[in-house]
Nanobody
């Protein structure tokens, strides 16, 4: 089995910063893509940012220039540095990873349990 454990959420004032972490553990051969998604009450889950194993990144337009995604492949960990936070960034943030559990298997998506980020105005 594979587990993703997130940490770093919390309450911050508008303009502040938070750093999220997500560590993958279990039977892991390789991880292709890792990413962060978020879901606000009444909304669908949406992409925030992704990063490939080689370092290629992708961001939603709403967070470009404010958020930075990075990863430590040796630790199977992905980070999300969030700066200049806005009240509209308030949501539950979920970590995602495409994990290959062996040489002969294809990647499968795994999700963390989510961490709450609340930005007050």
């Amino acid at each position: 089995q594979v587990q993703l454990v997130e940490s770093g959420g919390g309450l911050v004032q508008a303009g502040g910063s938070l750093r999220l972490s997500c560590a993958a553990s279990g039977v892991i051969f390789s991880i292709r893509a890792m990413g962060w998604y978020r879901q606000a009450p009444g909304n669908q889950r949406e992409l925030v940012a992704t990063i490939m194993s080689g370092g290629t990144t992708n961001y939603s337009d709403s967070v470009k220039g404010r958020f930075t995604i990075s990863r430590d492949n040796a630790k199977n960990t992905v980070y999300l540095q969030m700066n200049s936070l806005k009240p509209e960034d308030t949501a539950v943030y979920y970590c995602n990873a495409d994990v290959r559990r062996s040489f002969i298997t294809v990647p499968s998506p795994y999700w963390g349990q989510g961490t709450q980020v609340t930005v007050s105005s």
